[in-house]
Antibody, heavy 121, light 110 residues
């Protein structure tokens, strides 16, 4: 059974860079059939897609976050990662990693449990 | 302001049928598949409907999806107390080259 687990600091200072890693078990990030993505949810609000990455490093980013987002994949560790720079309080959210049903045009189906990241000094 | 528009709330009594709408545009729902997610507060979203009307294995057939033009709909029949959750529609947007979500609909089972 595919499982995804987010990890990273739960508290980040304003203007710093948020860094999260998603560890995949029961499957491989090298599988050519799937994209892997990040979605976030501010407290009490809706879902926002951050971006998605393919095993070869091909990425799609949310245009509203593109200037601050970097995603990468580490096939040797079966992980993929998210970096969001110059964070503000508005970036406080639960961050989910997920696997798409297939290519980029198919939605996420497997989700991690999510990790709360708070931006505060 | 979400790209996809959903009513903020919906309600029904046990056994009833409820429908949740999702209004988009020609660049998302109008030209791509609609997806629906169920989220019980405090947990990760769960895929309910993909490619407009397909159900993943394990999702009861009480849940059904449809699409007409630039709108998608989720119908829940035989409403149960455990269906009380937030529901989100989603789709690929060609103009944004990215995934967009609706603002979510909170379903209350009275």
């Amino acid at each position: 059974q595919l499982q995804l687990q987010e990890s990273g600091p739960g508290l980040v200072k304003p203007s710093e860079t948020l860094s999260l890693t998603c560890t995949v078990s029961g499957g491989s990030v090298s599988n050519t059939n799937y994209y892997w993505g990040w979605i976030r949810q501010p407290p009490g609000k809706g879902l926002e897609w951050i971006g998605s990455i393919y095993y070869n490093g091909n990425t799609y980013y949310n245009p509203s976050l593109k200037s601050r987002v970097t995603m990468s994949v580490d096939t040797s560790k079966n992980q993929f990662s998210l970096k969001l720079s110059s964070v503000t309080a508005a970036d406080t959210a639960v961050y989910y990693c997920a696997r798409h049903l297939g290519g980029i045009f198919s939605g996420p189906n497997y989700w991690g449990q999510g990790t709360l990241v708070t931006v505060s000094s | 302001q979400s790209v996809l528009t959903q009513p903020p709330s919906a309600s029904g009594t046990p056994g009833q049928r409820v429908t949740i709408s999702c209004s988009g545009s020609s660049s998302n729902i109008g030209s791509n598949y609609g997806y629906w997610y169920q989220q019980v507060p405090g947990t990760a979203p769960k895929l309910l409907i993909y490619r407009n009307n397909e159900r993943p294995s394990g999702v009861p057939d009480r849940f059904s999806g449809s699409k007409s033009g630039t709108s998608a709909s989720l119908a829940i029949s035989g409403l149960r107390s455990e269906d009380e959750a937030d529901y989100y529609c989603a789709g690929w947007d060609d103009s944004l080259s990215g995934w967009v979500f609706g603002g979510g609909t909170k379903l209350t089972v009275l």
